[in-house]
């Protein structure tokens, strides 16, 4: 049973959305809208809501670059979930939130969610450099557009990160 969403605010005018909406309504799940840079904290457990925000300028702002990007941290553990987050919202999140792409405390995470199941439109190498990730998780199944990419998962390599897929 679905208690709570979180929505970014944005709608589609297609199916998917349309029966996301009527089981959300039949569940009574209560929806929050993330719209902008907030921290949530529950018992010990710290969210840090990067996005969306008004205050991160992105290139692209299609629906991808509108993903819900969030921080969390537990125990010590640092996790980073970014959904599909593309290149132009990686980059709005590095210009907002780091001194430099080698100094970001903000992003830096010892795991990290890839983007866009490892498309080649996400985790360029100055976002890996800034979240320095010790593990990466794609979430990735049979797919006919070559997800993930070969140059992400040569990046992950590259930077010496554990890589976790859910195929």
Known sequence: KVKNIIENGDTKNDSYFEQLQKVADAE???????????????????????????EVIVDNPDSNNRSIVFKFTDAGKRF????DAEIPLETALIKKYCISVSDCPTLQSDYLKI???????????????????????ISVGKNKFGHPSLRV?????????????TD
Request: charged share 20%; net charge negative.
């Open 28 to 54: 009574g799940a209560t929806r929050f809208i993330q719209t902008e840079h907030h921290e949530t904290e529950i018992g010990g457990t710290k969210i840090d809501w990067l996005a969306p925000d008004p």
């Open 80 to 83: 980073l979930f970014v959904g």
């Open 115 to 137: 983007g866009h199941h490892g498309s080649d439109t996400s985790s360029g190498s100055d976002w890996l450099t800034a979240v320095a990730p010790k593990t990466a998780t």
């Open 153 to 165: 998962m040569r990046h992950l390599e590259r930077a010496g990160v554990e890589i976790l897929r």
